[in-house]
């Protein structure tokens, strides 16, 4: 497969990337790592050539060493902000995501061996939607506690 779908644009960054609602007893899968201070969904950039359901396929299995199936697409999400990672560190980055709703086998046991872009080992964590810790992207902890069949389309910017 061919690079991920991260372009320079001017002194930014331009970011495809997709997530996975991976949803369980009323919780949801993220993923954290030792180098910050908040969870974020399953998930990564497409790559060139992909498309966005073969990625979020591809990216579930990397980062839970289970093959999934895409229930549904249920959120597109438009964001500006400012990398906080080495590589793109104080950056303005425009990332469109696409996340999809997975269909989550009944004996579901998800295994952790991925890892940053800068090399910081990840872990996998189930947390309740509207539990008290900072989780990326933050709709999630609004609109997973009353999921409807809609695609819903969010914009955040905080440039």
Do not use: Q
Not at 82 to 106: Q, R
Not at 107 to 133: A, C, G, I, Y
């Amino acid at each position: 497969m061919s690079k991920d779908m991260c372009v320079p644009c001017d002194d930014g960054i331009l970011n495809i990337r997709v997530g996975a609602i991976i949803m369980k007893d009323g919780k949801i899968l993220m993923v954290g790592n030792d180098r910050n201070n908040y969870l974020y969904s399953v998930g990564g950039r497409i790559k060139f050539g992909e498309t966005a359901e073969e990625a979020i396929v591809r990216e579930v299995f990397e980062e839970t060493g289970v093959k999934m199936e895409v229930d549904r697409l249920g959120f597109v999400h438009e964001n500006y902000f400012y990398g906080d990672d080495k590589v793109n560190f104080g950056k303005l980055v425009y990332e469109i995501s696409f996340y999809f709703y997975m269909k989550v086998p009944n004996d579901f046991t998800p295994v952790s061996e991925s890892f940053t872009e800068d090399h910081s080992r990840e872990f996998l964590k189930w947390v309740l939607p509207d539990e008290d810790m900072k989780i990326y992207p933050e709709f999630f902890k609004t609109e997973l506690n009353n999921p409807t069949d809609a695609v819903k389309h969010f914009i955040n910017d905080e440039r």
